[in-house]
C-alpha cells in the first residue's frame, strides 16, 4: 500500500466516513464497513478529500483536459479537485450537470466549462455505473472524450446479487464497457492492509476477519 493510500484510509477512519460495525448495502449485502463520502461535509475535510483526489490523479500519468461532476455528489467533488489541481499548478476547467434542464438563462443540463477534450469524471465510489453512463453519454453528446472515471473508493467486490453474481465488479465492468481506466484513491485491499496494521487499535483490529470474510465471499479475484 503506498503512502498516500494508507493516509487516505487513516483519513476516512479518522473523519468517521469510513465505519465498522454492520451496515447493509445497496445490493442488499451484510457488510463489516461502509464509506460514506457525504460526510465529508466541512471546508478542511472536503480540501483534504480533494487534495488526495488532485494527487492521485496526477501520479496516474492519464492525460486530461477537463473535469466532470455527476449530479449531485460529484458536482462538490469536481470543484474542490479543480482547486486542489489549481493548487498544484495544475489550472483546469469543470462541468457538472443538473437532473432536470433549465429552460432559462443560459439552459440545459450542462453547467461550467464547456465539455472539450478529455473528460475525466470524478464521483465518490461505483456502485451500478449508472452516474457514469448517463455521465459518458453527455460527455460525448458535447463531442468530448471521457478519458477516465475517478474515484474515492474501490470496494473490489462482485456485481449482482447471491446466487448470480458476475466475475468482474462494477469498477471492472465499467472500465471494460467504456474501454476507459477507473482510478480509485484507495480499495478494499488497501483498507484490509490498514485494519491488519493496526496494531494496538483494537478497535479497528475487531473487525480484521470479518472484513477478510467478506472480501473471500464477494470480492473480485
Same mark, same amino acid.
Given at each position: ?126 456502485? $451500478? ?11 460525448? $453528446? ?80
Amino acid at each position: 500500500m503506498s503512502q498516500l493510500r494508507q493516509e487516505f484510509i487513516a483519513f476516512s477512519v479518522s473523519t468517521g466516513v469510513l465505519r465498522f460495525g454492520d451496515f447493509v448495502t445497496k445490493a442488499g449485502r451484510n457488510s463489516p464497513y461502509f464509506f460514506n463520502a457525504g460526510l465529508f461535509n466541512e471546508g478542511a475535510t472536503l480540501g483534504k478529500l480533494a487534495d488526495f483526489y488532485a494527487q492521485t490523479l496526477i501520479d496516474s500519468g492519464v492525460e486530461f483536459d477537463m473535469l466532470f461532476g455527476p449530479a449531485y455528489k460529484g458536482i462538490t467533488l469536481a470543484a474542490a479537485t479543480s482547486v486542489a489541481l489549481a493548487n498544484k499548478g495544475r489550472n483546469v476547467p469543470f462541468a457538472y450537470n443538473r437532473k432536470e434542464a433549465k429552460d432559462h438563462g443560459e439552459g440545459g443540463t450542462i453547467v461550467g466549462a464547456t465539455l472539450q477534450g478529455r473528460v475525466v469524471i470524478i464521483d465518490d465510489v461505483i456502485s $451500478a455505473g449508472t452516474s457514469v453512463r448517463e455521465s459518458v453519454e453527455m460527455i460525448r $453528446a458535447a463531442g468530448a472524450t471521457p478519458c477516465a472515471v475517478l474515484i474515492a473508493l474501490d470496494r473490489m467486490e462482485r456485481s449482482g446479487k447471491d446466487g448470480a453474481l458476475s466475475e468482474h465488479s462494477a469498477v471492472q465492468e465499467v472500465a471494460n464497457a467504456y474501454g476507459m481506466p477507473v482510478i480509485s484513491i484507495g480499495n478494499l485491499a488497501d483498507l484490509l492492509e490498514y485494519i491488519s496494521q493496526a496494531g494496538a487499535n483494537q478497535d479497528l483490529a475487531q473487525y480484521k476477519d470479518a472484513v477478510a470474510a467478506y472480501r473471500s465471499r464477494y470480492g473480485i479475484v
